[in-house]
Nanobody
Framework: QEQLVESGGGLVQAGGSLRLSCAATGRTFGNYAMGWFRQAPEKEREFVAAISRSGGFTYYADSVKGRFTISRDNAKNTVYLQMNSLKPEDTAVYYC???????????????????WGQGTQVTVSS
């Protein structure tokens, strides 16, 4: 079974940057798509970004497009989320998600992912 562990969250001022990492174990990492979701207080979990198994296709929520970049290093079994120009509304728990297959939909949803990390808190102060 796949295990996912996020790291890199923390407190940052608006306009700053953070880089999240997700280390995966338990299966052949390069065979599967990966994604990031987030959940803010009193809000439902929402899609942030996803990447296909080889990194050739990426998808982003409109709210983060142009500011966040998802990438992966299959040799290290790790997926990253580079977050720039952070806004207070980006404050949330960020979850790494493992895909069920190697591809992702242009509009990914939670059902496209079968494994989840425990989450890492990102707090952006104004």
């Amino acid at each position: 079974q796949e295990q996912l562990v996020e790291s890199g969250g923390g407190l940052v001022q608006a306009g700053g940057s953070l880089r999240l990492s997700c280390a995966a174990t338990g299966r052949t990492f390069g065979n599967y798509a990966m994604g990031w979701f987030r959940q803010a207080p009193e809000k439902e979990r929402e899609f942030v970004a996803a990447i296909s198994r080889s990194g050739g296709f990426t998808y982003y929520a409109d709210s983060v497009k142009g500011r966040f970049t998802i990438s992966r290093d299959n040799a290290k079994n790790t997926v990253y989320l580079q977050m720039n120009s952070l806004k207070p509304e980006d404050t949330a728990v960020y979850y790494c998600a493992g895909g069920r297959w190697g591809y992702v939909s242009p509009r990914p949803t939670a059902i496209d992912f079968g494994s989840w990390g425990q989450g890492t808190q990102v707090t952006v102060s104004s």
